[in-house]
């Protein structure tokens, strides 16, 4: 694993994922709950646009929303599956330059594409409480779209130069990148080459993203929360307010684990190595896996859909 590069130029470069640091040992029991997270991301992301989908009754703005979060964590599992699963089971250790960078696109971009789909999920609840009875004619199903398209265009537009800058790199240090998939951060950390351009722009990248949006959601709370508070009676206080709940859940899923690996990346230098890759894979994984279980959960037409679909399934083999 202590293989160098003499200066090497990025199409011939080969890495080495190391898992977990200084856990190798137990990769095949690490494996296990991984695999179990896989499985509830990717059947219970699934199953929730099965039904949305399919059911006529969730054609409305709210589960449009929840559809594209559903997609977005199918993205993100999809894009960790392979190395991650690779490695814990087969000891498949070595991505290509340009396999590497096309992970990490698409990593960034469906973790960008996340953060922005909790904003609109957060505007079309402020709308849905402060005006309802305008609420069908502002999320109109063209304008959802482009809400949709705006998502995308603004994660692929922001992570293009991103790519392109580790393109320019020279890498001459260790081969060994310190995760189970390929991370900005972590590819950036092996040139020997004057990283600050493309370490300014990561960061930019970050807080034009996850930051603006983690701000317009506080925003948009802080109305809604005005919101409720204006009505009048306690019971539709109440019902208005448990329409929020899965959605913050949600927020709080995504954002706290983010913060946790950025204080750990810039504070906990003492950390063992294992920690920081560990917190990396929850912050990927466990919202993918969550997501579906607390809609499913908390949101009454998704749980009764879900339960009429396994209904119908079981009087058909009875």
Not at 91 to 101: D, G, H, K, P, T
Request: hydrophobic share 50%; net charge positive.
């Amino acid at each position: 694993m202590s293989a160098f590069f003499n200066n090497t130029s990025p199409p011939f470069l080969t890495f080495f994922l190391m898992g977990v640091p200084g856990l190798e040992a137990a990769h095949s029991w690490i494996s296990i709950p991984f695999c179990f997270l896989y499985v509830i991301a990717l059947s219970g992301n699934s199953m929730i646009l099965f039904v949305i989908i399919t059911e006529s009754s969730l054609h409305e703005p709210m589960y449009y929303f929840l559809s594209m979060l559903s997609s977005t964590d199918l993205g993100l599992c999809i894009s960790t599956l392979f190395t991650v699963l690779g490695i814990f089971w087969f000891n498949a250790r070595e991505i290509s330059f340009n396999v590497c960078l096309a992970q990490m696109f698409f990593i960034h971009l469906f973790t960008f594409m996340e953060s922005s789909v909790l904003l609109a999920m957060a505007f079309d609840r402020f709308v849905a409480i402060s005006n309802p009875l305008r609420y069908a004619t502002i999320l109109t199903h063209s304008r959802i779209i482009q809400i949709g398209v705006a998502i995308i265009t603004r994660g692929t537009v922001i992570l293009i130069p991103l790519v392109l800058l580790l393109r320019r790199l020279s890498f001459c240090h260790s081969n060994v990148l310190h995760h189970s998939y390929c991370f900005h951060p972590d590819v950036m950390k092996l040139s020997c080459s004057d990283t600050k351009v493309n370490s300014a722009f990561g960061l930019t990248a970050i807080i034009s993203t996850a930051g603006v949006d983690s701000i317009f959601i506080l925003l948009s709370y802080i109305l809604i929360i005005s919101s409720i508070l204006s009505i009048a009676s306690p019971k539709e206080r109440k019902k208005a307010f448990s329409t929020c709940i899965s959605h913050v859940t949600a927020v709080a899923i995504f954002y706290i684990p983010l913060i946790s690996l950025s204080f750990v990346h810039r504070f906990g230098k003492r950390a063992p190595p294992y920690v920081p890759t560990l917190i990396a894979n929850v912050y990927l994984l466990i919202p993918p896996a969550m997501n579906p279980i607390i809609y499913s959960v908390k949101t009454k037409q998704i749980r009764k859909t879900i339960l009429k679909v396994f209904h119908g399934k079981g009087d058909q083999i009875l």
